[in-house]
């Protein structure tokens, strides 16, 4: 049984930056891909990325590349997500999970393990 728990969330003015922080508990962290989803109000949950066992692959949806970056210290049980150049649309609870497999990384089912989220609020 897998623990995970998000901190790091808050209020920043767009264009500024966030960094995410999960730490797990319970079980090998190394042996779970680590996903990141987001729920705004009154929409249902997105993906947002997904990192690797290892760290060494890392995969995003279109609205977040080139701006956050997903990355992981397994010593350290904790994955991260560095957030910059935010928007008022990346407002939203952000949630990491666990599921064994990364591949393939646009199949954002099988995450098993879920934290109790983080707000992002980003105002404009």
């Known amino acids: 049984q897998v623990q995970l728990v998000e901190s790091g969330g808050g209020l920043v003015q767009a264009g500024g930056s966030l960094r995410l922080s999960c730490a797990a508990s319970?079980?090998?962290?190394?042996?779970?891909?680590m996903g990141w989803f987001r729920q705004a109000p009154g929409k249902e949950r997105e993906f947002v990325a997904v990192?690797?066992?290892?760290?060494?692959?890392?995969y995003y949806v279109d609205s977040v590349k080139g701006r956050f970056t997903a990355s992981r210290d397994n010593a350290k049980n904790t994955v991260f997500l560095q957030m910059d150049s935010l928007k008022p649309e990346d407002t939203a609870v952000y949630y990491c999970a666990a599921r064994r497999t990364f591949f393939p990384p646009n199949n954002y089912a099988n995450y098993g393990y879920w934290g109790q989220g983080t707000q992002v609020t980003v105002s404009s």
């Open positions: 319970g079980g090998t962290f190394s042996s779970y891909a």
């Open positions: 990192i690797s066992r290892d760290g060494t692959s890392t």
